[in-house]
DNA sequence: GGTAGGATGGGCT
DNA sequence: GCCCATCCTACCC
């Protein structure tokens, strides 16, 4: 079910671009692996809802980075949230992967995420996938086209269609349509 | 079926 | 000191 490692070109183009081309494609990390069905973009520029939006630190420096690596950073002191990053080195932009299909190593996935009792709470979310794929902060800045956590094309169908919405979770730019789904698949987050 | 509230730590003003 | 790109539990229809 998995193909080849997508390239780092695939990245290096603009972010919401990315974030709808990502959809259907499979994050793989050692022997689990998953089909990407929800993602949302974070632009530079006037996106106030990015890290980004505020310049270079310490913590956006993977941000403002080359394409094709990973910003992974910690939510409300428990979760971790992993984004791919997008756009020409020097340009803020990523992609938050939001939700995935497990697909191998579920036994695995299963003894990460106890506390899931169905096979669609395993990695319906930001926060419980990195927890199901075993992604943590040690794998910011990782670079995804080689190693352990690589993102591959997918030998099945391309998804047949995309739902365009809000971005969960956030005060500013609340309205701003950079939310992307697989509509009716019961693994995403919201439907 | 639904939602309100708490956990918990790091980044930035 | 305040703000989170979340998830889970308890409790209420």
Redo the contacts with the bound molecule.
Sequence with gaps: MTGEVLPREFYNRDTVEVARDLLGKVLRHGSTAGVIVET?A?LGGDDL????A?GL????RV?FGPPGHA?V???????E?L?LIAEPEGKAG?V?I?ALVPTEGIELMRSR?V??RRLE?LA??????TAALGISRTHNGADVTQGELTVHASLATSVPEIVTSP??????CADWPLRFYVPGNRFV?RG
Excluded at 49 to 52: G, L, M, R, T
Excluded at 57 to 60: D, E, G, I, M, V
Excluded at 73 to 79: D, T
């Design positions: 949302e974070y809802a990015a890290h980004s505020h630190t310490s913590r956006t941000i910003y950073y910690l939510i409300y002191g428990v979760y949230c984004n990523c938050l939001r995420r506390k899931a709470d319906s979310g930001p926060g419980k996938l971005r969960i979770g956030i005060t500013k987050s």
